[in-house]
């Protein structure tokens, strides 16, 4: 089932009325373009979509009694509906907090898409929802460090912007999971080309709800580059970014796992997951030609480590 985080922002423009009208009905046939797709797909808002202010003074509670709206509405009324985002939305980390913002305004429904890579969908209102991605900039609070970086979101306001990411929308239908349990269950015939540490049976089934979708998506890429990986190779061609861990942290031991005969092995290699400091730790068996993945979780600290070296 694919989510669909209404982009709250949408509605604040100076259309008229007539405009809006014509905004929402096209934004009805987004959700009706995402539903011939994945007709599981669930629109998530931050608040009840008939609460919705439009336009100044317009709500969407008054554009569905209009007759012309009537087929719209009851399509609406069919679709799976959720609000506030905190229904489907895991609550952080309680030593984490974290702020989204698009051309510097805070939002909420980008936040939610990425955290949860998913779909965010927009009224076609101005121009700064005619892209088919957004870009947004976030502050990440962690314990005591700050860290800012930006992001890429999908996004749909159009049925064509729709049929850009079909297939995405199909292969989350089908292959969606809802937590890390399943995502260890089912690790045999997701991720058939990766081998696993003994200890991330526990990392996985301790994985808070909001990482499942980012730490999935990470696994199916590292799982395609060890498919393809060609013996002779010194390392796979990584499709996302996998960087060795710092001199500091590995002399701090912070990088060593229990390998899968019991021994503690370094493994350096990681790449990072939502919402940061998530991190997935794999080293590469060269003598098997296989990819083990040894950790999966938050960034590991020490209270000795030197701060220079607590960056993600």
Known sequence: MVLMFFNEKSCVSDCSQE??????????RVCQAVRRVDNGASLVSEVRLE????????????????????????????LNRKSPHSTVLPAPPDDQDVEYRHNGDRVLGLAAAHLMDALAVSLPTTRAWEDSWLNVDYVLLDEDEIQEDSAEVRHASTPEHVSEHADWIRESAAGAVTSGAQLWEER???????????????????????????????LLAL???????????SEPAWPI??????????????????????????????????????????RVVTEEGRV?????????????????????
Not at 19 to 28: H, L, P
Not at 223 to 233: H, Q
Not at 300 to 305: C, P, Q
């Open 19 to 28: 405009e809006i009208g014509q905004a929402m009905r096209d934004f009805v």
């Open 241 to 282: 970014k996998v960087v060795p861990e710092s001199d500091t942290r590995i002399n701090l031991g912070l990088c060593n796992f229990t390998d899968s005969d019991g021994t503690k092995r370094l493994f350096s290699l990681h790449t990072r997951f939502r919402p940061k400091p998530g991190r997935i730790h794999l």
């Open 292 to 312: 083990r993945i040894g950790y999966i979780g938050r960034k590991r600290l020490a209270e000795d480590v030197p701060r220079r070296s607590r960056r993600v």
């Open 223 to 233: 799982d395609t580059a060890a498919a393809s990986w060609k013996p002779g190779d």
């Open 51 to 78: 609460d919705l202010e439009l336009a100044p003074g317009y709500y969407l509670a008054q554009w569905r009694n209009e007759s012309r709206n009537r087929d719209y509405w009851r399509f609406m009324r069919l």
């Open 188 to 218: 045999e015939s997701l991720f058939a080309s990766l081998q696993f540490a003994p200890g991330v049976e526990d990392d996985l089934r301790n994985l808070a709800s909001v990482s499942v979708p980012s730490v999935r998506a990470a």
